[in-house]
């Protein structure tokens, strides 16, 4: 199952900004130094052999737009850092996070000044690995995922320059996945909210009875495939790429052709609102005015609710999410990656693990301003998650993806934008009764592979 990928233009960008810094890891050069990614290294950076040495020097940590609203927590994380490690101190910068964060970074990358600690998604990972500019974790820190849950760290690989998967980051927080619903519309449609269902298309037949109940009064969810591709598959085990993730596979799964079909009936019957097929607008808000059955996933919706729903949120369950024929749940956490160019990098892998820490992650999680979850075993076993009280749909939820996260893994699936609306229309196509869900599936499949193509 292919993992997150970079756009086709970004990637395109990627590849001529890193072939003119001088792509690839080198063992060495005639002065005796080493390289990674074109740039001169110390020769304990790179190759064989775990990090060691004195914690010492001055490295940069950057976030991505964390300063604002959390700048007591990482201050205070720092100053531990440096009372447990006197001859050591960290610079704090933090990116906006905006669109060109990818192509900034790659350009500190490219200039030799990647920060020594920074905070990157999936795609960053995924750029900085294959180009060599991230620490090798298997070779320099052989112990460093014995924190972190198992299952995330086995998944948390990214190729490098030679195509070898390898660990280069270590996981930091995520978010999480939860069903939510309004119970009393469930109740209206014959529903029972504490039989939520397990798969994705037993969740189709549970909206069946939402039409048949709620004449247009209300929905189960909204039409446009956007919001739930490629989730549904994924869940549902359908091999959506080939197994070198070159080229879609998704239509010659019959399991496709069930989902698509699930849709156009729903969609006929009423199920979804009929000017949803191809709106953007936000579940959320539509939730929040009681006319879907079924809310967003995002356990940080809860708050949306709570916030500015309170009526409706006080009505709103909260259950483990279908696990289908997958077994488990999938997200893409953020990551600390440590840059393999850094001039004092024990002591920026040490920082780095000290931030990844159970302890540290455990005092974030608590932070009641946000929404995330740890990626440490230690301190998903901590009372926080594990031990609440009452029936607060927030608290609730806490608690269930506490122990998601314990089997979750990063394999998460992510189509471009071109992909997805490709994909999309012409499920939409065949949700209006235009074409068939086979004929859609192989015409969607067909553009989608044609966009990776002229990605190169």
Not at 172 to 183: A, K, L, P
Request: include cysteine.
């Amino acid at each position: 199952m292919r993992a997150s990928r970079l756009p086709g233009s970004l990637a395109c960008f990627l590849a001529l900004a890193l072939a003119a810094a001088g792509c690839g890891l080198s063992g060495g050069s005639d002065d005796g130094d080493a390289t990674a990614g074109g740039c001169k290294v110390d020769k304990a950076n790179v190759g064989s052999g775990a990090l060691s040495g004195d914690v010492k020097g001055t490295i940069t940590f950057q976030t991505t737009n964390l300063k604002k609203d959390f700048g007591d927590y990482f201050n205070g994380v720092i100053a531990a850092f440096e009372k447990e490690h006197p001859d050591a101190k960290v610079k704090w910068i933090d990116d906006p996070g905006d669109a060109t964060f990818t192509q900034r970074l790659v350009a500190d990358a490219q200039g030799c000044t990647l920060p020594d600690v920074v905070n990157i998604n999936v795609n960053t990972a995924i750029a900085l690995t294959k180009n060599g500019y991230l620490l090798d974790l298997d070779k320099k820190a052989p112990d460093a995922g014995k924190p972190f849950v198992p299952a995330l760290w086995k998944s948390s690989l990214y190729a490098d320059a030679s195509g070898t998967k390898v660990h280069s980051v270590l996981p930091w927080y995520s978010g999480g996945i939860v069903q939510t619903f309004n119970t009393e519309l469930m109740k209206k449609a014959g529903l029972d909210p504490a039989k939520p269902p397990t798969t994705v298309l037993g969740l189709f037949e549970d909206a069946e009875k939402v039409a048949k109940a709620s004449d247009g009064k209300y929905y189960a969810f909204l039409a446009n495939p956007q919001l739930r591709i490629p989730a549904d598959w994924q869940q549902m085990g359908i091999q959506i790429f080939s197994a070198d993730g070159k080229s879609f596979t998704f239509a010659d799964d019959q399991k496709t052709v069930q989902w698509v079909e699930a849709m156009t009936k729903l969609y006929k019957a009423g199920g979804m609102p009929r000017d949803s097929l191809s709106s953007t607008q936000d579940p959320a808000n539509v939730y929040g005015q009681a006319k879907l059955v079924y809310g967003p996933t995002n356990p940080n919706f809860l708050r949306f609710i709570q916030q500015n729903n309170p009526t409706v949120y006080k009505k709103t369950g909260v259950a483990r999410f279908m696990l289908d024929d997958l077994g488990h749940t999938v997200g893409a956490p953020q990551y600390i990656g440590t840059a393999s160019t850094s001039k004092n990098a024990t002591t920026a892998l040490s920082f780095a693990q000290f931030l990844t820490n159970a302890q540290n992650q455990l005092e974030w999680a608590k932070d009641p301003n946000v929404v995330i979850f740890p990626s440490t075993t230690a301190s998903l076993d901590d009372p926080f998650f594990q031990s609440v009280k009452g029936t607060d749909p927030f608290a609730e939820a806490r608690k269930i993806v506490a122990s998601d996260r314990k089997t979750a893994t990063a394999d998460e699936v992510a189509l471009t934008p071109g992909e997805l609306n490709a994909i999309s229309a012409q499920i939409q196509l065949a949700m209006q009764g235009k074409k068939s869900a086979a004929d859609a599936l192989k015409d969607a499949q067909s553009k989608a592979n044609e966009l990776i193509e002229q990605a190169g």
